[in-house]
């Protein structure tokens, strides 16, 4: 994932971005990418992680995934077939493997030919779905 368009440099911004993409669960949003950058490197602006992602899109590193919302976020390209979850408490989006879709072709309309397809299970993640008691701060108090 280490390309770079004739007369680009390959910044370190790049780089932390290209090993932040390779190494995320699943899709990330602009802020979320700011986030896990300023984490690494300090100092990145917006405008910095905006104009690499779409210098990663167009060099074909990283594709765009539309969630539910419309709120596009993005993943490596090398990612292979695979679907999503998004919890709709944390907003956390994650892939997982198989795929449980199978289309009949006989229930298309007629001269229709499916080419791809893509899946967002929405719910809530094991963090968001634990028993609310294993949540809260044990309380003390008087009996």
């Excluded at 007369?7 to 090993?19: A, F, K, M, P, S």
């Excluded at 899109?57 to 979850?85: A, C, M, N, Y």
């Excluded at 994650?94 to 449980?100: L, S, Y």
Aim: proline letters at 6%; glycine letters at 8%.
């Amino acid at each position: 994932m280490n390309t770079v368009k004739l007369g680009q440099r390959n910044t370190r911004q790049r780089e932390i971005l290209q090993q932040i993409f390779a190494q995320a669960p699943g899709p990330l949003g602009v802020k979320r990418l700011l986030d896990l950058a300023q984490a690494e490197i300090g100092k990145i602006g917006i405008a910095t992680v905006y104009r690499t992602v779409r210098l990663l899109e167009e060099s074909k590193e990283i594709r765009p995934v539309t969630l539910p919302d419309g709120e596009i976020q993005w993943e490596s390209s090398d990612r292979g077939h695979h679907h999503h979850f998004v919890c709709r408490a944390c907003t956390t989006v994650t892939d997982f493997a198989g795929c449980p879709v199978h289309v009949h072709t006989d229930s298309l309309p007629q001269g229709f030919c499916v080419e791809s397809h893509e899946l967002t299970l929405v719910g809530l993640c094991s963090k968001c779905s634990a028993p609310a008691s294993s949540k809260a701060p044990a309380r003390k108090g008087k009996r």
